[in-house]
């Protein structure tokens, strides 16, 4: 008889313990691990990172030209109503130009109160007493600010009387004079005292600008960019010399009174740069926009100038022609020929 030989069968495994899987699921990252994740998710951000910033800047400049737009609307309700553009300001005593004079009424943009939805804070400004003790100085208003700019929120200016807030559009005064008269034909469209009519604007309301963008002063005693201040810190003046294109980033481009106390004169690196003097003669159009600067016609539409338009002057600022397409733009009846800018 055959003797049977068993089979020996290997014993299954044991399952693993319930610790053991527990213990299992629970293993984490390695260091290297660890850091090559942190390197990715900062690879990650440093390219998505301006993309994000020019989207953002993208919808900001999208809003700041809308805001012109709709003081374009505005201005021309006003002409409607009153057949003139408001005055640039009012003055009653001293000199025009200098803002510390303080005995000056409205300006441009409190005229306009009543056509941007302010009527309440116009109903309150008391037209007979100076501008600089009517508490709605002080009123912030969105739509006179462009959200790309980091100084026009707070940062109220003390020169003559305080309390001033900031303000990012003014009116084309003249881009020869370095005053408020705009009473020459190569004027804007209002001065002191002075208001202009459409009639006046011969060299066509599409070819004729309005409003410049302005930045706001980078610290309470820089005056620019007030929006109820009488004067040129809410206007675009003399556009030549150092100041002959848009964003001009000479050390001096802006004549100003209380330049040396804002801590800016001669200094270019901010592209805020001020000569200091006894009357505000001087201010050029400028943006915290990579590139350029909004304006907005006489018609409300509204462009975007680069910095690098064509530019002429002579000794005389705008005297013999032929102008540069930035200062033609700024002329109402210059009888320049203007092409595509």
């Avoid at 900062?42 to 301006?50: G, K, R, V």
Wanted: net charge negative.
């Amino acid at each position: 008889m055959r003797a049977r030989h068993a089979v020996l069968t290997p014993p299954h495994p044991a399952p693993p313990s319930r610790e053991s899987q527990m213990k299992a699921s629970q293993r984490g990252f390695t260091l290297v691990e660890l850091l090559v994740v942190i390197a990715i998710i900062s690879i990650l951000i440093a390219m998505l990172l301006p993309a994000v910033n020019a989207a953002r800047e993208a919808a900001r400049k999208t809003t700041c030209s809308s805001n012109l737009r709709q003081i374009g609307i505005a201005l021309n309700s006003y002409h409607t109503a009153h057949s003139k553009f408001p005055p640039f300001l009012i003055n009653r005593t001293g000199v025009p130009q200098r803002i510390a004079d303080t005995d000056k009424g409205a300006n441009w943009l409190v005229s306009l109160l009543p056509y941007v939805e302010e009527e309440p804070l116009y109903d309150q400004w008391d037209l007979d007493i100076p501008a600089n003790q009517n508490p709605g100085r002080s009123h912030e208003i969105s739509l006179f600010k462009c959200p790309s700019d980091p100084n026009n929120s707070g940062n109220h200016c003390t020169y003559a009387g305080g309390g001033w807030a900031r303000g990012n559009y003014g009116m084309n005064v003249s881009p020869c004079s370095h005053g408020t008269d705009a009473r020459s034909r190569l004027g804007g469209i209002g001065g002191a005292n002075y208001s202009v009519r459409m009639r006046q604007i011969t060299d066509g309301a599409c070819k004729t600008v309005a409003v410049d963008e302005l930045r706001a002063g980078l610290n309470p005693n820089d005056i620019r960019g007030c929006w109820a201040m009488p004067g040129l810190s809410a206007g675009t003046a003399a556009l030549y010399g150092d100041a002959n294109v848009p964003n001009a980033g000479g050390g001096a481009s802006d004549d100003m009174e209380n330049c040396e106390e804002a801590g800016l004169a001669g200094d270019g690196s901010q592209g805020m740069g001020c000569f200091d003097s006894d009357s505000t003669s001087q201010m050029a159009p400028r943006s915290t926009h990579p590139g350029g600067v909004h304006v907005m016609m006489v018609d409300s539409s509204v462009r975007f100038v680069g910095n690098d338009i064509d530019s002429k002057e002579s000794k005389e600022g705008c005297g013999p022609r032929p102008h540069g397409v930035w200062q033609a733009i700024h002329t109402r009846a210059g009888g320049e020929v203007v092409n595509e800018f």
